[in-house]
């Protein structure tokens, strides 16, 4: 049985798109999944759970989850809250249902069940104790409160997914549709897994990272907002620590710290992402060869530029320019 557990602020399109795959996955099977793709919604207290919309959302069973048993086979799914901000993470694990849901969750885990979890709900997890010592992924934002938070969870930041077995994770909430393709998978095999993807026309995304390189490195620290603004105006050139501290007026070792602890960077890390940043724009605004736009972003060697562009994004320059080409067609038909 797949349960699905939204706790109050849940992100609706997340609880339904997980439901919806399920669905369509043992619509595509049907007497050959055995029963596997079984799904219900539950809440802690067997009452309908009000969304991050506000809205109420209708649950399967009126009994409380703490009362359901698990057992191997099962699946514990929990859909992201809506908790896009530190402060709402922390509202959201100091609520007393959280720690409900935290006490059943490890039951669940002693029982050999699976557990998952995506985007904010990762959160809820890492409190449970069961990510410690173990890989996993969350919102790519969030990352360095998660970090924080839970210092002894391998993060891997720009993976949609991390499966390690009893325990599965998922980045920002639309990844909760890798996370149940990767549950499908599990279930009924790979070929149900992309006969899925197929009918609900989702897109193969293993990373999180070209999604996290063009957005949020905006932040409120007026040193890290000076270093940004220095850095875009000098992509061309080479830039020091002692120069980027400068601009931010501040010291070197402060400059580092501020940059770890708000957005979980390296001093080089952060001027690589502004610059792979500026050069996506370029890649699906303009025409340049790749190589000018390399140089144009502070790459004096094309190659070392593509291969920094790819770890950065997951992708090539060839295919974000080739992404981009492919929306203009068809927002022009």
Do not use: K
């Not at 999944?33 to 009126?62: F, H, K, N, W």
């Amino acid at each position: 049985m797949i349960t699905h557990l939204p706790l109050n602020g849940v992100l609706e399109g997340a609880l339904g798109l997980g439901l919806d795959i399920i669905d369509t996955a043992a619509g595509i099977a049907g007497d050959s999944a055995g029963g596997r793709l079984r799904q219900r919604v539950a809440s802690l207290d067997g009452r309908p759970v009000r969304s991050g919309s506000g809205r109420l959302i209708a649950v399967d069973t009126e009994i409380p989850l703490g009362a359901a048993t698990f057992g191997p086979g099962d699946i514990l799914v929990l859909p992201g809250p809506s908790a896009s901000s530190e402060t709402r993470v922390n509202e959201l694990l100091a609520d007393p249902l959280t720690a409900q849901a935290v006490g059943i969750i490890r039951r669940a885990a002693e029982s050999g069940a699976t557990i998952a979890a995506s985007c904010s709900a990762t959160f809820v997890l890492g409190a449970s104790g069961l990510l410690s010592g173990r890989a996993a992924t969350t919102t790519w934002w969030l990352a360095p409160l998660f970090a924080r938070r839970f210092p002894d969870v391998t993060l891997h930041t720009d993976r949609m997914v991390v499966d390690t077995g009893e325990i599965l994770t998922a980045g920002a909430a639309f990844a909760h549709a890798d996370l149940l393709l990767t549950l499908v998978a599990r279930l009924g095999g790979g070929t149900l897994s992309e006969q899925v993807a197929r009918y609900l026309v989702l897109d193969a995304r293993m990373s999180q990272s070209r999604y996290m390189v063009l957005e949020h490195l905006r932040t409120t620290d007026p040193a890290l907002h000076a270093v940004q603004q220095y850095v875009q105006a000098n992509l061309h050139r080479q830039l020091s620590l002692a120069e980027l501290a400068a601009a931010a007026a501040v010291s070197p070792r402060t400059l580092t710290r501020r940059l770890h602890d708000r957005l979980g960077l390296s001093p080089t890390q952060y001027v690589h992402r502004l610059r792979v940043g500026r050069a996506a724009t370029l890649l699906s605004t303009t025409r340049q060869p790749v190589d000018a736009i390399a140089g144009a972003v502070g790459y004096a060697d094309p190659a070392a530029f593509r291969r920094i562009y790819r770890r950065h994004t997951g992708e090539t320059p060839t295919a974000t320019r080739g992404r981009a080409i492919g929306s203009a067609s068809a927002a022009s038909e």
